[in-house]
């Protein structure tokens, strides 16, 4: 798993479409500009036109260099993906399937990220996503009180995580099997507030936070 790199002051945030595509995608790849710019054939000033003003508009050419130095495609750098479920290209011909130990579930979705949570209703359950962080070892995420993820809470529940690359027909995935509750104490509340990486995507007054223990650990993943 590649360590995200924190944006720094003299590496100002992207604010067009493609450059944040391209700044995120380096990040993942622990890559700096300059290394992407030797890797693509370009100069780091043109890369940081690319990635800092939202009219830039390079040529295929550009793109596919770019695509190739970022191990990705065309289509994901541009956005054309933004509306398709991950998954969409071909099996790959030499593909390997592995199992992964529980210290390598921890570590692919330690931090945080987006994952799917399993809960159960009146009807059958019910798979949601939603936006987490990983604390002291625990699954937490904040929601609304009678809200569906809020049913997780004094239950046994699943919790996926995945990654899937269309570009090399590659990817992993975990599920987490653990008990979920409600975290009541101010005190833990306040400091989960504090260790969150990001307000809910959903937005909203989303005041409940709930904690799941992982117990169980399982997961795969498929190589070139």
């Avoid at 590649?2 to 100002?12: D, K, L, N, V």
């Avoid at 391209?22 to 790849?29: I, M, Q």
């Avoid at 054939?41 to 596919?64: D, H, K, N, T, W």
Wanted: glycine share 10%.
């Amino acid at each position: 798993m590649t360590e995200q790199i924190p944006w720094t002051a003299a590496e100002p945030l992207p604010v067009g479409d493609l450059g944040r595509r391209l700044a995120l995608r380096r990040t993942r790849l622990g890559l700096s500009r300059e290394e992407t710019a030797a890797r693509a054939g370009m100069a780091p000033s043109y890369l940081r036109f690319l990635e800092e003003q939202p009219v830039a508009a390079p040529g295929i050419g550009a793109l596919m260099r770019l695509a190739g130095a970022l191990q990705t495609t065309v289509t994901e750098l541009t956005g054309g993906d933004a509306e398709r479920p991950p998954g969409p290209g071909r099996a790959a011909r030499h593909a390997e399937f592995s199992e992964l130990t529980a210290d390598q579930c921890r570590a692919l979705f330690s931090s945080h990220g987006v994952g799917h949570l399993a809960v159960p209703t009146a009807t059958g359950p019910v798979v949601v996503p939603v936006n987490y962080t990983v604390v002291d070892g625990a699954i937490v995420f904040r929601t609304a009180p009678g809200a569906t993820p809020a049913l997780a809470a004094g239950c046994q529940v699943a919790f996926e995580v995945d990654r899937v690359d269309d570009a090399f027909s590659s990817g992993w995935s975990v599920l987490v099997r653990g008990y979920a509750k409600a975290v009541t104490d101010l005190a833990e509340v306040r400091r989960l507030d504090e260790r969150a990486y990001s307000a809910p995507w959903a937005g909203g007054p989303r005041t409940l936070w709930i904690r799941i223990e992982p117990r169980v650990l399982s997961g795969r993943r498929i190589t070139v």
